[in-house]
Structures are given as structure tokens and as C-alpha cells.
């Protein structure tokens, strides 16, 4: 039982080249997540998909787009990498209802130069 | 909107010492609050999570409150060891399966 994987686990890029995260969870569940985590700043909510078919916007949005593939698979895009977006990406995952503890992968550590 | 504060942010302590960690939020309206365990390089660890209507929630050697009024949670570690070396994340759940997150304390146990 993998839980949630991520791929790649350490990425960089060059400002203004775009590049596909990768997450699953392998515990059907119905709730998907992607977080961004700063030093200073701790995790902020970028996307999240309450199930399979929707997504909506988190706290920090901007610069990202997302895909809800199939109930395993949430991927995060960013269509052209700014320093800004240098950060370590954790995807995670809910059961969608009731105490809906989150279950996190471990991590992307993304630098753009 | 929710802010979550944890103090303190670091702590260092020697091991077999029992320990509190706090945590504050400024909504009250919150649907539940857990707290994760983060080591080195890794993702979180869910520890506890405590539903609105609770009080607290104990696992081996570590329990959990919430007052919920005064908008504030407190861990507490009994008999530290080493291996609690880790910073411990306070979240609470604001609305739909959003979580907002605290920035964490760091804690060192010595041996």
C-alpha cells in the first residue's frame, strides 16, 4: 500500500519552461490537494479537487493550472516556472467526508533559476 | 480570514521531559483541527485530529486538546524521546476539506 506517490521528487527549472506534477493515492479516495511550502510561510493551499470531475482554487493560484485525470491521479502544470514558484510541493488526499484526515506524499522540491 | 499561530517555534529540550506545544487560531468556526508530525525532507504525518465537538484525543504518549471558545490547542508529549525530533504542525479545517496550517515548531529532543 503506497498511499500517495509523487513524481518527480527533485526537479529545477529555467524561468519560462513548464513542467507536469505528478500525484496518486492508491486509497480511493474522493479528495485531492496540492501545497506549496515556503520557509517563513508554511503550507499554502494552491488547488484542491473534492472529487473526481471538479477543482477549485486554494489560497495561492496563480501561475498553476491542475488535472483531475481519473479518482487516483491529480496532476499540478506550470505553464512557464518563475523564481517565485521555487518551493517544495506536497500533493495529498481526503476521504471527502466525515473527520476527512488528509494523508500527504512526500514532496517535490521544484528550483526555477 | 483564519490565521493560525504555533508557539514557540522552536524548542529544545532533553529527552524523558514532557513538553506542551501550542497552537491559536483566530476563527472559531472551525469543523476540526489535527496535528501533523513533519521530519527532514519528508511529507506529513497525520498525529490526531480532534472534531469541533471534542475536547481531546490521546495517542500513546501523546494527547491532544482543543477549546474551541478560545480558539486554541495544545500538545503535549509525555516522556520525550529522541524520536520525536521533528516539526509538529498545528491545521484546522476551515470549510470544505481545506486545511490552514500554522508555521510549525521545531522540536529537538537530546539525548
Known amino acids: 500500500n503506497a498511499g500517495v506517490t509523487q513524481t518527480p521528487k527533485f526537479q529545477v527549472l529555467k524561468t519560462g519552461q513548464s513542467m507536469t506534477l505528478q500525484c496518486a493515492q492508491d486509497?480511493?479516495?474522493?479528495?485531492m490537494y496540492w501545497y506549496r511550502q515556503d520557509p517563513g510561510m508554511g503550507l499554502r493551499l494552491i488547488y484542491y479537487s473534492a472529487s473526481e470531475g471538479t477543482t477549485d482554487k486554494g489560497e495561492v493560484p496563480n501561475g498553476y493550472n491542475v488535472s483531475r485525470l481519473n479518482k487516483r491521479e491529480f496532476s499540478l502544470r506550470l505553464e512557464s516556472a518563475a523564481p517565485s514558484q521555487t518551493s517544495v510541493y506536497f500533493c495529498?488526499?481526503?476521504?471527502?467526508?466525515?473527520?476527512?484526515?488528509?494523508?500527504f506524499g512526500p514532496g517535490t522540491r521544484l528550483t526555477v533559476l | 480570514k483564519q490565521e493560525v499561530t504555533q508557539i514557540p517555534a522552536a524548542l529544545s529540550v532533553p529527552e524523558g521531559e514532557n513538553l506542551v506545544l501550542n497552537c491559536s487560531f483566530t476563527?472559531?468556526?472551525?469543523?476540526?483541527l489535527q496535528w501533523f508530525r513533519q521530519d527532514p525532507g519528508k511529507g506529513l504525518t497525520s498525529l490526531l485530529l480532534?472534531?469541533?465537538?471534542?475536547r481531546e484525543q490521546t495517542s500513546g504518549r501523546l494527547n491532544a486538546s482543543l477549546d474551541k471558545s478560545s480558539g486554541r490547542s495544545t500538545l503535549y508529549i509525555a516522556a520525550s524521546q529522541p524520536g520525536d525530533s521533528a516539526t509538529y504542525l498545528c491545521?484546522?479545517?476551515?470549510?470544505?476539506?481545506?486545511?490552514?496550517f500554522g508555521k510549525g515548531t521545531m522540536l529537538l529532543v537530546s539525548p
Open positions: 486509497m480511493n479516495h474522493n479528495s
Open positions: 480532534i472534531q469541533s465537538s471534542q
Open positions: 495529498a488526499s481526503s476521504e471527502g467526508g466525515g473527520p476527512d484526515t488528509q494523508y
Open positions: 476563527d472559531s468556526a472551525i469543523y476540526n
Open positions: 491545521a484546522v479545517r476551515i470549510g470544505y476539506s481545506t486545511l490552514t
